[in-house]
């Protein structure tokens, strides 16, 4: 499933949906591979009131979850869950104006249909 409904230039955005701004995040990492993404930027959108940010564990709050489970007995499974984002739809209903990054699309209006990563700015 696309990520974008790209409008024709004349096709109008249809009543209901707000602008917003996309920034394209360029990385190199460490072994020197290369990653890019597509970030909305935060601040245009309402945050939904289910929203909960992961942060950074710190190593004490992970032991001491070893020694709860170890004390209960219990199992500790783990999952790797970073692209659960990828095929979720976007909630909310927006488009964007497409940049230069997007090449014979750019300047075009797009609906944006899969949720994209929320970046603060």
């Known amino acids: 499933m696309p990520a974008f409904k790209i409008l024709d230039k004349d096709e109008k955005v249809p009543p209901g949906y707000k602008y917003i701004e996309?920034?394209?995040?360029?990385?190199?990492k460490m072994d020197l591979t290369r990653k890019?993404?597509?970030c909305a930027r935060g601040d245009q959108t309402k945050t939904p009131s289910n929203m909960t940010y992961a942060?950074?564990?710190t190593r004490e709050s992970?032991?001491?979850?070893?020694?709860l489970a170890s004390l209960n007995d219990?199992?500790?499974?783990?999952a790797d869950v970073a692209?659960?984002?990828?095929?979720?739809?976007?909630?909310?209903k927006v488009y964007t104006i497409l940049g230069e990054e997007f090449g014979d699309y750019a300047g075009s209006k797009a609906i944006i249909?899969?949720?994209l990563i929320r970046g603060k700015s």
């Open 22 to 28: 996309l920034l394209t995040i360029f990385d190199i």
């Open 36 to 38: 890019a993404r597509i």
């Open 55 to 57: 942060s950074v564990v």
């Open 62 to 67: 992970i032991r001491i979850g070893f020694v």
């Open 74 to 78: 219990l199992e500790i499974l783990t």
């Open 83 to 92: 692209g659960a984002y990828l095929n979720a739809p976007c909630a909310e």
């Open 113 to 115: 249909i899969l949720a």
